[in-house]
């Protein structure tokens, strides 16, 4: 589901820098929608000032089981998402689009006990993103801070996939491909941005 979209009219394909939300862009507390607890991770402006002056889009991708289990609504979310676009914005960073699942497949309420597409690891946050934008996926990078984040992206047809962690369990690079690369802090995606 679309959050905000920039509509830009683009005829050529531009790269895109795919972002998850929570523990990517801001600390993930835990179901985080009210912004006095959205805590920025360190060299997310760094990051997406440098994507901003490659010409690269920024989209973030955010499974939101939140509201599927009715911690916090629809409004609130979209609430947070606009203040954080105006925040980056007025810090001078763009964000182009933010896509978000609100579904949950077993502790979902109501409409929104649903296994779904769009929640990640599906890619139909991905797919909605290529139909409102043109986008260079051979170039596009995704950064996310879970294995599901990986899996939408490369089902999706992304094959610069970052996954964001500080563990020590080798495990997670197992479940992994080859083609993933594991970072620990955000300033260590910026040469991936060429």
């Not at 394909?13 to 920025?40: A, C, M, S, T, W």
């Not at 009715?70 to 960073?93: A, C, P, S, V």
């Not at 992206?153 to 962690?165: H, Q």
Request: aromatic share 12%; charged share 25%; no cysteine.
């Amino acid at each position: 589901m679309r959050a905000y979209v920039n509509s830009i009219n683009l005829k050529e394909p531009y790269p895109v820098l795919f972002l998850d939300r929570d523990g990517v862009i801001n600390f993930d507390h835990g179901h985080v929608f009210q912004i006095e607890k959205f805590d920025l991770m360190p060299g997310i402006f760094d990051l997406i000032r440098l994507a901003n002056k490659k010409k690269y889009l920024v989209i973030v991708v955010t499974n939101q089981a939140g509201i599927a289990k009715n911690f916090y609504t629809e409004k609130q979310f979209h609430n947070l998402t606009l203040w954080m676009i105006e925040f980056f914005k007025d810090n001078n960073l763009i964000i182009n689009g933010v896509y978000y699942s609100p579904f949950h497949p077993t502790l979902g309420k109501g409409k929104y006990l649903l296994s779904e597409n769009t929640r990640k690891p599906g890619s139909g946050m991905f797919e909605e993103a290529f139909k409102d934008f043109n986008i260079d996926k051979e170039n596009s990078i995704m950064i996310g801070d879970n294995i599901s984040d990986i899996e939408a992206s490369k089902g999706a047809g992304i094959k610069n996939n970052i996954l964001l962690t500080n563990s020590k369990d080798n495990s997670i690079k197992n479940n992994l491909l080859n083609d993933v690369n594991i970072i620990s802090s955000l300033s260590e995606a910026q040469p991936f941005i060429r």
